[in-house]
């Protein structure tokens, strides 16, 4: 049976209906997403850890299907997880040698599941591995540094694969899961989804906890879905997001989530009427590549097609672009923030519990000694570079007060929401990427447009496949929208897919 199931492309949705007819069931359907792996995966390099009891929890969901219990939302469904989220058995590595037993470091060998990982294992869904990042999760272009080698493009393998959720996207992209989860600081879901023609939800600011996931950046740190179509990113954030005591600032989302879940409100006439605010220089003011720019022209064409009216730069004067400011030409991202690593790294490894063989700041400094991160030469150098960062190094057991990362924070909200309002918007609809994405080994990065204005204002957004370039490059638009805004960007990029249907599986040869 096996052998019959064609795993490619498949849906939450393709799935549930094959469990209902029994032309499958959730011990066949996984024996076939592994043989995916082992087909596809060695040349890939997205997962770098296999779940060995995954078919063992395939047939216990076998078994409580047939005995008619009632199941979770994503009962059998082959999902992959990154690589930085804590889950019982496996270490968290964060992509480092030096976090990692088989290449001479130390494991950080979790004693309780994430919370997301948690709700996903109580929703069902089969877990069938950890995928790969790049060291510490520091790159949103690539993970050619990891311990496990660099993980390709599945849908450009000449390309990079976005990062830091490179192996979650290419696990996706190529069909060796149905979806799978990521992570982002600066870019880590929408990056990697763009780059591979994918759904990504980078979710509102404390919608899900983040709490057991390997931090960056406590107050920038979101935790969303990848997948293939905007109906199983939704389901998916049905079951992450809302309140949990592990993780207190979820408490943000109560009375923001929609009573009947994401999924309930998708349409596929909600661009109607609807006014969407275009990209331009007083966002930032960094002009679109003459292709991409074509790319977008078409875009906005199938917008209006679909009856929404387009506002064009509707935040020039505003100030916004303004606020933006880069690490540096090198570094050329906003990354304030992150001033506090050390010490939300302290607080994640206090979770780790007494069991862990590194259980604090302290702990971590000695088993990274010989790369430390934030030496010359780490690659959280430039982490100096931020106000108040030496301060939190120094004592990485007191919380920084971070006032120029709060008093940023609130800017960007101000003005966002007060042009939203001004202007009559419902959203705002960019190219993620602001040319095609960069060769694999270049040291070039990925141009994007919303990094990392969304991550310090803490805005939703969602990425949805939009075309291709000429070189096959994926072409991908991003939905922004006001905090808790995720029913209705879901809905608009729901009804966009419905028209466009841009989204084509890669072609893998066996």
């Not at 209906?17 to 995966?41: C, K, P, Y």
């Not at 009573?259 to 605010?277: D, F, V």
């Not at 990362?405 to 609809?429: C, H, P, Q, T």
């Amino acid at each position: 049976m096996t052998q019959d199931i064609d795993v490619t492309e498949l849906t939450i949705a393709e799935v549930q209906d094959g469990f209902t007819r029994g032309a499958f069931t959730a011990e066949a359907l996984t024996s076939a997403f592994l043989a995916r792996i082992a087909r596809d995966n060695s040349r890939l390099n997205a997962i770098v850890f296999l779940n060995e009891k995954a078919l063992d929890e395939a047939r216990t969901m076998d078994a409580r299907r047939a005995a008619g219990e009632a199941l979770g939302p994503l009962a059998g469904i082959p999902v992959v997880v990154k690589d930085t989220m804590d889950m019982v058995g496996f270490p968290s590595t964060g992509g480092w040698s030096l976090l990692h037993s088989g290449h001479g470091g130390t494991d950080l060998m979790p004693g309780t599941d994430s919370p997301v990982v948690a709700r996903m294992r109580a929703a069902g869904a089969i877990i069938l591995g950890k995928t790969n990042v790049p060291i510490l999760s520091a790159s949103g272009t690539h993970a050619n540094n990891s311990w496990a080698g660099p993980t390709l493009n599945a849908a450009a393998p000449d390309l990079v694969p976005g990062g830091s959720s490179a192996g979650t996207a290419t696990a996706v992209a190529a069909s060796m899961a149905v979806l799978g989860l990521a992570e982002e600081t600066g870019g880590s879901i929408q990056n990697p989804a763009a780059a591979q023609g994918l759904v990504g939800i980078k979710p509102s600011f404390g919608l899900v906890p983040n709490a057991g996931v390997m931090p960056l950046a406590s107050q920038r740190d979101v935790v969303g879905p990848i997948a293939r179509c905007v109906r199983d990113a939704a389901l998916t954030l049905d079951v992450l997001a809302g309140f949990t005591m592990e993780d207190p600032k979820t408490v943000a989302g109560v009375g923001n989530i929609p009573e009947g879940g994401y999924a309930s409100l998708l349409s596929e006439t909600a661009l109607a009427g609807r006014r969407i605010g275009l990209y331009g220089p007083g966002w930032r003011n960094q002009p679109l590549s003459a292709e991409t720019e074509a790319l977008y022209a078409r875009a906005q064409d199938e917008l209006r097609a679909r009856g929404a009216t387009l506002v064009a730069d509707p935040f020039v004067g505003s100030g916004f672009a303004e606020l933006r400011r880069p690490v540096s030409e090198e570094y050329p991202f906003d990354a304030r923030g992150l001033e506090s690593a050390p010490y939300d790294m302290h607080r994640y490894l206090e979770r780790m519990g007494p069991a862990a063989a590194i259980r604090g700041f302290a702990d971590f400094a000695r088993a990274t000694a010989a790369g430390d991160a934030f030496a010359v030469g780490g690659m959280l150098h430039y982490l100096h570079r931020l106000p108040g960062f030496d301060a939190a190094l120094a004592d990485p057991l007191v919380p920084p007060p971070m006032p120029e990362f709060i008093a940023v924070r609130a800017a960007y909200r101000r003005i966002f929401d007060g042009v939203m309002k001004r202007e009559g918007l419902d959203a705002l609809i960019f190219p993620q990427m602001r040319e095609p994405p960069p060769l694999l080994h270049s040291d070039e990065l990925i141009q994007e447009t919303t990094v990392s204005e969304i991550n310090i204002a803490g805005l939703p957004g969602v990425t949805v496949p939009a075309g291709f370039h000429a070189s096959g490059a994926p072409f991908c638009l991003i939905f922004v929208g006001r905090m808790w805004s995720e029913a209705l960007l879901l809905a608009l990029a729901h009804d966009y897919e419905a028209a466009t249907r841009h989204r084509r599986a890669p072609g893998l040869a066996a």
